[in-house]
């Protein structure tokens, strides 16, 4: 990039928040996804609302290509640098927490903030706020919305467009956008703050969020169940659901996950179980004892081997061990983790999970599936070396047909995860021409020049 | 060596450890640093794709990727939380040595590492001239702490707020052979670490007074010299290897159960880089030096690790009922590294007559950092900065920690601030109160290594 062009960037935000070096660069060129990182020209970090505003709208008039960055964890590739001449804009210079009101049930935000750290901080005014994604404790509430990110809870709580209460945005002239309130009901103009959610960066450059909140739940019980095979476990979690219990989480483990977590963290696992299911209901103490006495018949009825309750918050925290190393445990495995998030109806688990085991017999190549096994939303996860020329080809075909069968059984692409640039192809074979075409049109007209991350999620 | 491809190729050998970064970027949530600045080239992501660019020959730049190396307290919260298991310490500290020794070592660091550190009598004389001197440039401000600050404005110095050098180094007075028989009893190796033999010698003090009273027969050199630490973070391998050579000259002779030190940072060295960087090959230790090394590696304890997981220290059952309230702060290169936070709590609650009350994250780095310190003292009082937040908060009159850097930094923070809190380690909390109550319960069975509960006792490290 031209040196007057860097100079106007470092008027704007301050020398130090602007990065023009080739080594600051390419620390920006990737993102948690497993594709060809892109270095950008520039990297800017706005610290006030204004200077976002400004430097959305110089991009603009020179025409360059943004991409907006939280944390950089995202897993279809969102984040990565939309071309060689683009300027990757972070937001953690914007990660203030504007207000909590604990009257009103509401927060606003930076989009900057960290997931966790607000959860914690809506936790220390006596709220909750659910949406817990896995990598919430680095990723932005900016991000999440963006990707409309889920979680565990989604089964129970639902995911982070249940609560996006507002947005303000910048268009790309700089200008502020506003649209939603701090009031329960608001049927002001259009309902742009929902257009906004998962629009992964191509709409709009989020200032402000305003999040609504709940009071917590005032009790909790978890549990695992240890099944033979994919199919009782599934059919327990339909006969949950039918009994009209609805648990906050409902987590599943396949077998070759169990057996790597087994051997990661020697916790006395049940290595021949062909399926584990992670269970917890919350809410009032005694619907939360009712319910989960209800579920321990409703495990033994489908023919749990074992059913393990929680006593104690430590025996929950050793329940919950179990699913919280099922990443790391595959991740070690092999150098490459391709984590997908191809999501089903429920019901279709036991047959998704056995068409992603064939698949991966055909192409000779270790997956590992775990997941939220109450929502449908699965995790296959594949270890391989990307090194490895000809294993990563066969990895892609299999990920092509894993898409494939997910739609085929009505599914969806992504349950989490976003398309990005990595699921871009599939999204005809899911909506339609018709579908694309609309969104472009769309784009073209809050974007016209086409800087907002542009390729990504609906091409060019 | 100045050879761009020789540079390269010696990179290139990172590879199977670089490989298994997925780009996670969980590395952000605990990096002292990156908190403090939110650079992707502060955290280890950002770090591990620069090294792997550089020997890619994606990035050509070998300076700029040593500038950012070396923006790091080395405290391995990354690698400690790391999904994947990436041996990130390892990486940077073996991509330190090999851009350094492509680009050379600046002229300070050669005359500081080559000239000082890897010749101790002379560094001992230096630092015994510069204790003499520190009376007429500098003052006490607190007396609790006994920390100075300089009377005129001094470059190095700055605004810092530090622990004098002690008049005379601590082995010159405190070195001891052993003095039972070999068998039966522990035959224990005490190695102070540089900061505690010139700048604390009150917790060399400390420790002897307790392994005097847990009957452990000690042997402490006449010289100190340093375990490296400083030279290996500069990327100065020749420097590091010559001082594990002179290390080990004083081991060599010596028949014991254990080498203990003080230090976390020491300890950490010990166990952890002396191997790896044998390991890594090339370097001048090789041959029968390495199964030694290994060897004294292996016998390596914390001083709280020994004084519980062997000579079996035990909190009391009944609580405290003191009035002084006590906190603590673990020390990145005790937990992180080698997983000890539960001995040194166990030392202090044995102790007893404290009230202890843990701190918010007892675990986040103080930001010293050894030279980061020298280096970043900005960043590294940010860092602090948020530490001594979360002292103060617990309304505690004293905090230990088990490493001597940061009881420096500790004493910085709280001593510019203006706060009459005491800093200890430990196992000078552990002598007091074996003075002030004699009576103390001595655990008999002290265990010799070799049998299971010493293998379970050092489970965290595999």
């Known amino acids: 990039m031209n040196k007057k062009l860097v100079c106007e960037f470092e008027n704007l935000v301050g020398r130090e928040n602007v990065m023009a070096e080739q080594a600051d660069r390419q620390a920006y060129s990737y993102d948690s996804a497993v594709l060809e990182p892109v270095v950008p020209a520039l990297v800017v970090r706005p610290e006030t609302s204004a200077q976002l505003g400004k430097t959305v709208r110089l991009c603009n008039e020179n025409g360059l290509p943004l991409t907006v960055r939280g944390a950089g964890t995202n897993l279809s590739g969102g984040t990565i640098p939309a071309a060689p001449n683009a300027v990757v804009v972070t937001t953690n210079g914007l990660s203030g927490i504007i207000e909590i009101n604990s009257e009103d049930m509401y927060a606003v935000v930076e989009p900057g903030v960290i997931t966790a750290q607000f959860a914690a901080a809506v936790a220390a005014k006596g709220l909750f706020y659910p949406p817990d994604p896995g990598s919430q404790t680095v990723s932005t509430l900016g991000g999440n919305v963006a990707e409309n990110a889920g979680g565990l809870r989604g089964l129970k709580y639902g995911v982070t467009k249940d609560y996006v209460m507002g947005i303000e945005f910048f268009d790309v002239n700089g200008e502020l956008v506003k649209s939603g309130s701090k009031t329960v009901k608001c049927a002001t103009g259009f309902n742009l703050s929902d257009l906004m959610v998962g629009s992964e960066g191509l709409l709009g450059v989020f200032s402000r969020i305003i999040f609504k909140l709940i009071p917590p739940p005032k009790d909790s019980r978890a549990m695992m169940a240890v099944f033979d095979s994919v199919e009782k476990a599934s059919e327990t979690v339909s006969a949950i659901i039918a009994e009209q219990i609805v648990p906050c989480t409902l987590e599943f483990l396949d077998n070759f996950t169990i057996r790597t977590v087994e051997d990661f963290r020697h916790a006395g696992l049940p290595t021949d179980a062909g399926a584990l299911l992670l269970i917890e209901v919350d809410g009032h103490p005694a619907g939360v004892e009712d319910d989960a006495e209800k579920i321990r018949k409703i495990c033994e009825q489908k023919g749990a081997g074992k059913i393990q309750r929680a006593g104690s918050a430590a025996e929950k925290d050793l329940i919950w061990q179990a699913r919280r190393d099922a990443l790391p445990a595959l991740a070690r495995l092999k150098p490459t983790t391709v984590l997908e998030d191809a999501t089903v109806p429920r019901s279709r688990i036991p047959e998704m999970v056995k068409k992603i085991r064939d698949i991966g017999e055909k192409y000779h190549i270790d997956i590992g599936t775990f997941g939220h096994a109450g929502d449908g939303n699965l995790h296959p996860t594949i270890l391989t070396d990307k090194r490895d020329k000809d294993e990563f080809a066969r990895v892609e075909q299999a990920i092509d047909e894993i898409f494939e069968a997910a739609l085929a059984m009505g599914g969806t692409l992504s349950g989490e995860h976003g398309i990005g640039l990595a699921k871009r192809k599939y999204l005809e074979g899911e909506t339609s021409r018709g579908t694309i075409r609309y969104s472009r049109r769309l784009k073209e007209t809050f974007d016209p020049v086409n800087i907002l991350n542009p390729g990504k999620v609906i091409g060019d | ?462």
Not at chain 2, 352 to 369: I, K, Q, S, T, W
Not at chain 2, 401 to 427: E, F, I, N, W, Y
Request: aromatic residues 6%; contains cysteine; proline residues 6%.
């Open chain 2, 1 to 462: 060596m100045a050879d761009i491809e020789e540079l390269v190729r010696l990179l290139k050998e990172l590879e199977e450890e670089l490989v298994h970064c997925t780009r996670c970027g969980m590395c952000q949530a605990v990096c002292p640093l990156y908190g403090a600045t939110g650079r992707e080239t502060d955290v280890a992501r950002g770090k591990i794709v620069l090294v792997e660019n550089l020997s890619k020959e994606i990035l050509d730049d070998p300076e700029a990727v040593k500038q950012r190396l070396d923006r790091c307290l080395l405290c391995g919260s990354c690698e400690a939380a790391c999904p994947g298991g990436v041996p990130i310490m390892d990486i940077f500290l073996k991509a330190r040595a090999i851009i350094t020794g492509y680009l050379g070592l600046s002229p300070v660091k050669k005359a500081i590492f080559r000239g000082l550190l890897s010749n101790p009598d002379r560094f001992d004389k230096l630092l015994k001239w510069m204790a003499r001197l520190q009376g007429p440039f500098s003052r006490q401000v607190s007396e609790t702490l006994g920390s100075s600050c300089a009377r005129f404005m001094s470059p190095v110095i700055g605004d810092r707020h530090f622990m004098p050098i002690a008049s005379e180094a601590w082995h010159k007075k405190g070195h001891r052979q052993f003095l039972r028989p070999r068998d039966p009893g522990l035959r224990v190796v005490f190695y102070p670490g540089c900061l505690v033999d010139r700048i604390f010698p009150r917790v060399a003090e400390a420790v002897m007074k307790v392994l005097d009273f847990h009957e452990v027969d000690v042997f402490a050199a006449d010289r100190v010299p340093c375990c490296g630490i400083p030279a290996l973070s500069a990327g100065d391998r020749q420097s590091f290897e010559k001082l594990v050579r002179q290390n080990m000259d004083i081991l060599d002779s010596l028949d014991f159960d254990y080498l203990v030190t003080p230090c976390a940072t020491c300890t950490a060295t010990i166990r952890k880089f002396w191997p790896a960087m044998i390991e890594a090959g090339a370097g001048g230790l090789t041959g029968e030096i390495q199964e030694k090394v290994l060897a004294a590696s292996e016998k390596t304890r914390d001083i709280n690790e020994l004084l519980v997981d062997v000579l079996g220290v035990q909190a009391p059952a009944a609580p405290a009922s003191g009035a002084k309230s006590l906190t603590y702060h673990d020390p990145c290169h005790l937990k992180k590294s080698l997983g000890i936070s539960r001995q040194p709590r166990t030392v202090l609650a044995a102790a007893g007559d404290v009230n202890f009350a843990e701190m918010r994250e007892p675990d986040r780095c103080c930001g010293m950092g050894g030279s980061f310190n020298l280096q970043h003292y900005g960043l590294s009082d940010k860092i602090g900065q948020k530490k001594l937040a979360a002292i103060l908060e617990t309304g505690a009159d004293t905090v230990a920690t088990g490493c001597p850097a940061c009881m420096l930094q500790l004493t910085d923070l709280l001593s510019r601030g203006g706060h009459a809190l005491a800093v200890k380690h430990p196992v000078e909390v552990y002598a007091e109160a074996l003075q002030q109550r004699p009576g103390l319960q001595k655990p008999v069975d002290a265990q010799k290594p070799g049998n299971t509960d010493y293998d379970k006792a050092t489970e965290t490290y595999r």
